[in-house]
């Protein structure tokens, strides 16, 4: 078995020394620029982190499907970013900003195409059910995407919509990470779903955290401004929740405008104050660990030593990372 500080020694070592085609620069000089802004990188860590409880030794055929896991996350960032309207990311210009438009879009595409390239690197008795998992999940990717987009011009989204958008625009490609490093590593057919289960609901908590900490977090924790997704309109698990338990009035509050920052204060006053009166901060914390403990039970189904199980405990307890 791997062990985790050797994981993170080479994540750091892969990233660090990630080359991509040096021109025409226009086109690469993106690419090199995501990756320098960096990340947490748990997609290429949780892979590496599964192939680690059945495999001894890290070589190329692991390393770089796990950089094309993290390259194509940027990718869908660089993108992301574009539809949104985005002009900081990870506290840095977005490509969009830094270049232009096109430029973010022709660079991301090639970024995507990256990623397919390191996947194939995958070894040759598994290369098919690689490119095949990978792809499925590239696919289901922008379909969260596009539920993603289409919801801001609905009116309500239930939960089990909310729910499914997440889990193709986060949990997916987690849950790709996990099982892609168990069919390397050598994992049977049934541990493999396991983790990828495991992968699938983590990425759901995690992003059920993340709505939570956009309204309740401490912006110097969280590392972005907090009350985003109240400015920006988003229907968020903590909106849909409290419509659900009948706070409708959370919907127009969403649409108020807010330009000056004495009426944004007051926007995301009035909404948490709407949260808060129907108490969705202790339903998002119980959802959360909820979430956490199917996932840690997906894992505890695969086949594995007792390590490999603690390995994957303290994984989710570092993603998730706070007390819920």
């Known amino acids: 078995m791997i062990t985790e500080s050797t994981i993170n020694e080479a994540i750091e070592a892969l990233f660090r020394g990630i080359e991509f085609q040096a021109q025409p620069a226009g086109l690469y000089d ?61 506290g840095h210009d977005t490509v969009w900003k830094k270049w232009d438009q096109d430029t973010a879009i022709l660079s991301g595409d090639v970024m ?22 990978f792809s499925k999940t590239a696919a289901e990717v922008c379909d969260g995407q596009q539920m993603d987009m289409e919801f801001e011009n609905w009116q309500v989204v239930s939960m089990d919509e909310y729910m499914q958008m997440i889990g193709l625009k986060t949990g997916v490609l987690l849950a790709c990470s ?24 983590l990425g759901l908590a995690f992003q059920v955290a993340d709505d939570y900490l956009d309204a309740y977090g401490d912006q110097q924790v969280f590392g972005k401004p907090i009350g985003g997704d109240i400015l920006n309109g988003k229907k968020s698990w903590l909106t849909i929740r409290a419509y659900e338990k009948g706070a409708v009035e959370v919907l127009e509050a969403l649409e108020h405008k807010a330009d000056t920052p004495s009426e944004q204060a007051a926007k995301i006053a009035r909404v948490k104050a709407i949260y808060d009166s129907v108490d969705v901060a202790a339903d998002a914390r119980a959802a959360i660990s909820s979430l956490s403990a199917a996932a840690v039970e997906k894992a505890a189904s695969a086949t594995m030593p007792a390590e490999g199980l603690a390995s994957l405990k303290n994984f989710s307890s570092s993603l998730i990372g706070r007390n819920f």
């Open 178 to 201: 996990a099982e892609m490093g168990a069919l390397i590593g050598g994992a049977d057919a049934a541990s493999q779903k396991h983790l990828y289960d495991f992968g699938y609901n």
């Open 112 to 133: 995507c195409i990256d990623a397919y390239k390191r996947i194939a690197q995958a070894p040759a008795s598994v290369l098919p059910q690689a490119v095949a998992l």
């Open 30 to 90: 993106p690419l090199r620029y995501m990756i320098a802004i960096g990340g947490k990188r748990l997609r290429p860590k949780l892979c590496l982190t599964t192939y680690g409880i059945y495999a001894d030794e890290l070589t190329p055929s692991i390393l770089q499907p796990a950089a094309g896991l993290e390259v194509f996350h940027s990718f869908t960032l660089i993108h992301d970013d574009i539809m949104d309207h985005s002009p900081l990311r990870r």
